[in-house]
């Protein structure tokens, strides 16, 4: 395997693989082990604009291929995808410390969404529309943006950084990838590979390796790319927005969650229990939709403590590659750290910890918290980690408001015995996404997906990646003679 990620450890431009030219290396490490998988030799900002020139030059002639071989590309990716399934599932593991069951996640949904993005390519319609001016025709293009830049987070960065480079390739986009300094491997290069073998032209996606700290801005105040679309936190998150809308580039963000599962007093308990474990430990609890807070209708509360704290109980934490593990490292040791003083604040405010997991390096076993006080910040702030909390309220209406008093709009989910009631509840929740009955981490292909307040801007899946990765041009015709005031 680390002859695996050494191969794979070089930026992708112009389509050539080689080293960068930085004067330090990004140490691509397995946060379980601490096996160094492998070293990168940074990207500068001179290789960025490399790479966004090669996208810009390889884009036009992307752009004007039929979009019937655009579509082929894409569809060869697929069965590459497919045939090496078990290797890239090992890479997850290795790299990001995923479980087993978090790699096949992981892939599947990868899988979906490679496959709806081939179907795209034939996606865009023009328009005819009518004109008041007379033998005017109005025509209404929809054409690529030009060149996307992708920035990648490292918690699902194979299927996060594809579910944007694909759809802006199958659009006719050049593309300029920036995976994640944790991820380089599974969100970045090993991409780049997938495509290269797929008949992909050179230069219309590459990837670079680097850093802020070597490159500063340079990735997104470059004048080629057109569209930025990003997925990481909403304090990254806003420093992209205010970039680019001081160059007028648009920005795609898909940001982080605060989001809430919710039990009214006529939820099927063990269900709602399962479906919280479930939306708060996948993949140790580093997922934008898990639920942060477990609300619990008082008249179910003691019910659903006792058994959710003895489901969290059966968690096996460890070896992420042993199948029957279920809670593996988190991404390192800033995380672990972070995580140990969210408990630890938790408790100094006074809250009560019914399960306090141990920590072991980058292994943070789970940790049920509840009777935090309702103004402590941490109920209003994304853990990124194994750490629930719990939270009981009196009715609907308080309900509400405790889901609604956070400055995020991800994600969430209502547990009921009355469908329309939980319909009702989800239209009153200010965020993007809402589920009945079921858990808060989701995503399908063809519906929308993003955020409200700090979740985000914008939406990607289905129509609304044309709307994220391209752009309309009006072109008027005037078939007889048009009358000018002077």
Not at 80 to 96: K, S, T
Not at 363 to 373: C, I, K
Not at 454 to 460: D, I, N, Q, T
Request: net charge negative; hydrophobic share 45%.
């Amino acid at each position: 395997m680390s002859s695996y990620f050494t191969d794979l450890a070089q930026q992708y431009i112009g389509g050539e693989w080689r080293p960068g030219t930085g004067a330090w290396d990004i140490i691509d490490f397995n946060p379980y082990d601490d096996e160094k998988l492998a070293s990168v030799t940074i990207a500068t900002a001179g290789e960025v604009d490399q790479a966004y020139r090669a996208a810009a030059r390889a884009q036009k002639e992307w752009a004007a291929a039929n979009p019937y071989a655009r579509r082929a590309v894409l569809e060869k990716a697929l069965r590459l995808l497919e045939e090496r399934e078990e290797r890239i599932a090992e890479a997850i593991v290795a790299e990001l410390g995923g479980t087993r069951l978090k790699a096949g996640f992981e892939l599947h949904l990868a899988k979906e969404f490679l496959r709806e993005s081939a179907h795209l390519a034939l996606a865009p319609e023009g328009r005819i529309l009518p004109s008041p001016v007379d033998g005017k025709e109005n025509r209404v293009h929809r054409e690529p943006a030009g060149v996307v830049g992708v920035i990648g987070p490292f918690n699902f960065p194979f299927f996060l950084a594809l579910k944007s480079v694909a759809p802006a390739l199958a659009l006719g986009n050049g593309v300029v990838l920036k995976p994640h300094q944790d991820t380089p491997v599974v969100g970045g290069t090993l991409i780049a590979k997938i495509f290269e073998d797929a008949g992909l032209p050179p230069g219309v996606l590459n990837v670079v390796i680097t850093d802020i700290a070597e490159i500063g801005d340079a990735f997104i105040e470059h004048p080629v790319p057109k569209v930025i679309s990003f997925t990481g936190s909403d304090e990254v998150g806003r420093h992209v927005a205010t970039v680019c809308a001081s160059l007028f580039k648009r920005a795609v963000l898909e940001l982080g969650g605060n989001s809430a599962l919710v039990v009214l007093d006529d939820a099927d308990v063990d269900y709602a229990v399962d479906a919280a474990v479930f939306s708060r430990y996948v993949h140790q609890g580093q997922v934008c939709m898990a639920a942060n807070r477990i609300l619990v209708d008082r008249a179910v509360a003691d019910e659903f403590t006792a058994k959710f704290v003895a489901k969290v109980r059966t968690l096996k934490a460890g070896d992420p590659r042993d199948p029957e593990t279920v809670i593996g490292p988190v991404i390192n040791s800033r995380q672990a750290d972070h995580l140990a003083g969210v408990v630890a604040q938790a408790l100094a405010e006074g809250a009560t910890a019914l399960v306090h997991g141990a920590r072991t390096g980058n292994l943070v076993e789970p940790s049920v918290v509840t009777g935090l006080p309702a103004g402590s910040a941490l109920l209003r702030q994304e853990v990124f980690g194994p750490v629930a909390f719990l939270v009981p309220f009196d009715g609907e209406e308080e309900a509400v408001r405790l889901v609604n008093d956070t400055p995020y709009g991800l994600s969430g989910a209502v547990h009921t015995g009355d469908v329309e009631r939980g319909v009702r509840f989800a239209r009153r929740i200010d965020t993007g996404m809402f589920h009945v009955n079921d858990g808060t981490v989701h995503d399908e292909p063809i519906v929308p997906f993003g955020g409200e307040k700090h979740s985000g801007v914008g939406r990607l899946n289905g129509d609304t990646w044309l709307d994220a990765f391209t752009t309309t041009k009006w072109i008027s015709v005037q078939h007889g003679r048009s009358r000018f005031p002077f």
